[in-house]
């Protein structure tokens, strides 16, 4: 949860919204670019960002992302993060206990 | 096993190390009298641990672990109030998942859950929005949890559920604010600390300038760092170049994802949704001036705590003492050692936490825990 996890963008869904897919070890999942989109939201394709709890917070470099990914997996963050996000997808669907 | 293999640049760790030998001697430390360096987020509690910066580093250096863990400074009437809320049939509470084990008085969210209360655990409080949009009938109310950090989520989630006009969306607003505490620290007469590793991804949304005081009115120390192993034995052996030479300031080793000033949108959007409460209670800390944000009254329908007339200073007592035996104070504000907890391993595992520092890995007690065995098997060796 205090911990982002580097995500590329690969495509804006609403430009309004300013939401946008990011894949995040290959799990795609939509974020929030609003922190990050300043005046072109359509630059930010292809851009690698620490994406906290769905927010893309920070543009870092290609480098930068696969060592922080490293940095992440070594302290199991990234699969937690990873796990996380399929809890959210999985609390969307649930029914009433 | 040497621990520097774990490094992936071990020449470079090593490298480090000797300049932190070198200057730990310079400045006179020792372990009878060593410098006492505070790493204030959670994360770098973890990456220290994990990768066993406190053995590497001479003896003269130690670490305090500072309360940069919104999990395990989260008192038992938080929880309480949280489930309070969670009762209600008309409520989908949602949560970050690290909230769940978290103990209060009468049990954690985990409890609360399977005793039939719809709890649900989200990555992102987008997800929360994503439910509320779903479910017209039904209160979806989100646990604002966290630092500056994630602050911005919820404050930037609430400007949406109001540009929608979703009205069965509400935060459960319970962000804390990192430097109050830093400067509550520092008043305290009984702790001595000589300098601080600063977080990075608080520092992210927030830039440097909020440790100026740090600096300028303490005359500590402070380098903003990242959480690879490297970053942290820079910015350790930047602190103690500072200490040597008898300086002072705010300096920014994670300037690649750390800017200045932060980052202007969040800044915005946390201005614009919260101000400060006049104190909040932190557990193991006590009550701390301006320290906790609440919803302002533009937002007031977004306010979870008005909603249900659950929140801070509403209904029971603010602060619940601790369990018994508990040391969880005394360990928060560096005085203790997690293993010198007499629950520590016994009453208090990450399975069945007693204490919230054992509750998520960014706290110390789970941290020592989780690399506990590790390090035994090295001392042995
Ligand atoms: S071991 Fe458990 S009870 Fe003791 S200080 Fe740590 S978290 Fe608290």
Sequence with gaps: MCLGIPGQIVRITDRDRQMAIADVSGVRREVSVACVAGNDIDALIGAWALIHVGFAMALIDEAEAAATLEALRDLGEAQETLAAMAEGAAALEEVRP | ?381
């Design chain 2, 1 to 381: 096993m040497n621990l520097i293999d774990d490094f992936r640049d071990p020449a470079r760790a090593k490298a480090l190390l000797t300049a932190i030998d070198v200057v730990t001697g310079e400045i006179g430390a020792t372990a009878e009298n060593p410098v006492h360096i505070m790493e204030i987020c959670g994360g770098h509690t973890h990456a220290i641990f994990r990768y066993g910066l406190d053995k590497l580093t001479p003896p003269g250096v130690e670490f305090i672990h500072g309360p940069g863990c919104p999990v395990c400074v989260l008192p038992m009437s938080r929880v309480d109030e949280c489930i309070e809320i969670a009762e209600r049939p008309e409520v989908i509470f949602t949560t970050f998942g690290d909230a769940m084990r978290v103990p209060g008085t009468r049990g954690s969210l985990m409890q609360a859950k399977a005793a039939g209360a719809d709890i649900r655990m989200v990555y992102s409080p987008l997800d929360a929005l994503e439910l509320a949009r779903r479910n017209p009938d039904r209160e979806i109310v989100f646990f604002g949890l966290g630092f500056e950090t994630t602050t911005p989520s919820t404050a930037l989630s609430i400007q949406a559920a109001a540009r929608e006009g979703l009205g069965n969306f509400s935060v459960f607003c319970n962000h804390i604010t990192v430097p109050p505490p830093i400067r509550a620290l520092l008043d305290d007469p009984d702790m001595v600390l000589d300098g601080f590793v600063g977080p990075g991804h608080v520092s992210m949304v927030i830039g440097t300038h909020p440790y100026d005081f740090i600096a300028e009115d303490y005359g500590k120390p402070i380098v903003v760092a990242g959480f690879e192993p490297l970053d942290l034995l820079q910015s350790v052996l930047m602190v103690l170049r500072q200490i040597r030479d008898g300086r002072a300031c705010v300096e920014n080793q994670y300037a690649r994802v750390v800017p200045e000033f932060g980052n202007p949108v969040s800044l915005a959007a946390i201005a614009d949704v919260y101000e400060p409460r006049p104190s909040f209670e932190w557990r193991g800390l006590g009550e701390i001036d301006a320290s906790g944000l609440r919803i302002r009254d533009a937002y007031r329908m977004y306010d979870a705590e008005s909603k249900f007339g659950v929140g801070y200073g509403k209904g029971a007592p603010r602060v619940v003492p601790e369990p018994e035996g508990c040391a969880c104070g005394a360990v928060m504000t560096g005085r203790m050692k997690p293993t010198a907890c007499p629950q520590f391993g016994r009453g208090c595992t990450p399975e069945m936490p007693l204490g919230a520092l054992m509750v998520s890995s960014e706290g110390a007690c789970a941290a020592y825990y989780q690399y506990g065995g590790a390090r035994a098997l090295e001392a042995a060796e």
